[in-house]
């Protein structure tokens, strides 16, 4: 169940990443049609995996995910600059992410 749960996670931050792309890239009535519907696939899998794990660990996976995503998006897709100063901050966010996932799972435990 747990397995099931982190690949709703998984794809959650995927269609995030899938519509925010269609934000930059839209350019006819029907690309929004599609990002619309992308958006609810998103949040349809967003409350099914809130429905089995902590929510904490979920959304701030999902907003991780997105938020390093979407970067990443902008430096190879769009020609944005990757410097010192967002690699430092993606580290942060990562090692953010990792800290309230291993919190919730000894919360789980019993062991805080």
Known sequence: ML???????????FFELVWIYGFNTAN???HWILIVL???VDFHFLTKACELLPTGSVYATF????????ALMDIVF???ML???KVLFIAILVAGVIGLNLADR???KGTV
């Open 28 to 30: 006819h009535w029907w």
């Open 83 to 85: 410097n010192a100063g």
């Open 38 to 40: 992308f958006i609810f």
């Open 78 to 80: 769009f020609e944005q």
């Open 3 to 13: 397995k099931k749960a982190w690949l709703y996670v998984g794809l959650t931050s």
């Open 106 to 108: 000894k919360e789980e």
């Open 63 to 70: 907003a991780g995910v997105g938020t390093v995503g979407t």
